[in-house]
């Protein structure tokens, strides 16, 4: 069981530097794109929100129903693989709605997946393979890495758009 409660500890230091980074971004930012056409800030975090999901929820445990209450609709669609970010906050969800799914999210994965039965976390991730891992405790690591991936995009972001690097 201690790999598993180490997986779920990379999970909670990954977004720990996540919420610490945008804690040092202004609102006014999140939308804002260096260069047009590239990414902002908002779409990084609700890209987020859907890969965790993805990753460690539907990968590990499968849909449920009530999953349309933790990714709205239009959400994966909106920020998913091969989403194109949109620079008018106007056509995406509010800041505010985008932290929630993404805590939400995370919040879910840390209280229903500890409780799996250990040897879920062994078994092959649901199809489609993913070049990244196998099994479904693979798929939690991933997410973890991946965020971090994401980290540094938005650190970058918050360079690109005029602030001090982060010491």
Known sequence: MQRISDAFAQVSTARRFTQDMLSHI???LWFRQPTEGVTHVAW???????AQYGLALKRVRGEQPTDEQLIPAGFRKAFGKGSVPQADP???PSIDEIRSVLDGVHECVLTELPSLPESLFDELSDVPPHPMFETKLGAILWAAKHEFIHIGQI???RRLLGN????
Do not use: F, M, S, T
Not at 164 to 167: A, D, K, S, T
């Open 26 to 28: 202004d609102a006014e």
């Open 44 to 50: 990084q975090v609700g890209h987020l929100a859907v």
């Open 90 to 92: 106007a056509n995406c």
């Open 155 to 157: 650190a970058l972001l």
């Open 164 to 167: 001090e690097w982060l010491r």
